[in-house]
């Protein structure tokens, strides 16, 4: 079992900047992904950033340049550093663990933090 605790969200201006950390807890498996994913009003859910224990990472289009991805394996944390927000990337932040084990893969969701930007 992992556990997710976020923190960080907030309500900024356009053109500010936030930092959300997510706390895990529990086994975290020498093959794992840590990731952000946010959910804004009327859409799906949608990936913004992940990162391996290894340390490589990806991005969805839309925060490449502002936003990145960061872990601390020894303290079991991962953090998203959001520069240059817009209104567009207010939305409820969820922090996401996978567990690879042979083929399978387990996942784990935080509860959320809400991060709103003003126009």
């Known amino acids: 079992q992992v556990q997710l605790v976020e923190s960080g969200g907030g309500l900024v201006q356009a053109g500010g900047s936030l930092r959300l950390s997510c706390a895990a807890s529990g086994s975290i498996f020498s093959r794992n992904v840590m990731g952000w994913y946010r959910q804004a009003p009327g859409k799906q859910r949608e990936l913004v950033a992940r990162v391996t224990i290894g340390g490589v990472t990806n991005y969805v289009e839309t925060v490449k340049g502002r936003f990145t991805i960061s872990r601390d394996n020894a303290k079991n944390m991962v953090y998203l550093q959001m520069n240059s927000l817009k209104p567009e990337d207010t939305a409820i932040y969820y922090c996401?663990?996978?567990?690879?084990?042979?083929?399978?893969?387990?996942?784990?969701w935080g509860r959320g933090t809400q991060v709103t930007v003003s126009s």
């Open positions: 996401n663990a996978v567990n690879y084990r042979g083929m399978g893969a387990i996942d784990y």
